[in-house]
């Protein structure tokens, strides 16, 4: 059985910094595209960034030059670092995956991914 658990949400001040890592067992993280997402109450879950098994990335246009996506296939761990946070960044961060070597174009569509993690939950203060 498949198993994303992801970890270090928590509370900031506008402008801080947060490290979201994402753990998986029983998967094979060397050959999957790997994505963060989130969800803010009473909105749709959205894609945040994507990292492909070349390590190819995207990003959502909200987050980019401020957040950074990562991945350590040998600690079958996927990272996301959070920057010049902002309050509208409040959000349950979720980890997904999907067994494809690259990331297609919509990759951004919850649907594309197969397996996902329980969430981590991201509050920005202003």
């Known amino acids: 059985q498949v198993d994303l658990v992801e970890s270090g949400g928590g509370s900031v001040q506008s402008g801080g910094s947060l490290r979201l890592s994402c753990v998986g067992t029983n998967y094979m993280f060397s050959v999957s595209c790997m994505a963060w997402f989130r969800q803010a109450p009473g909105k749709e879950r959205e894609g945040v960034a994507s990292i492909g098994t070349d390590a190819s990335t995207d990003y959502a246009e909200s987050v980019k030059g401020r957040f950074t996506i990562s991945r350590d296939n040998a600690k079958n761990t996927l990272n996301l670092q959070m920057d010049v946070l902002k309050p509208e960044d409040t959000a349950m961060y979720y980890c997904?995956?999907?067994?494809?070597?690259?990331?297609?174009?919509?990759?951004?569509?919850?649907?594309?991914?197969?397996?996902w993690g329980r969430g981590t939950q991201v509050t920005v203060s202003s």
């Open positions: 997904a995956a999907v067994p494809i070597y690259r990331c297609a174009g919509r990759w951004y569509n919850p649907s594309y991914h197969r397996y």
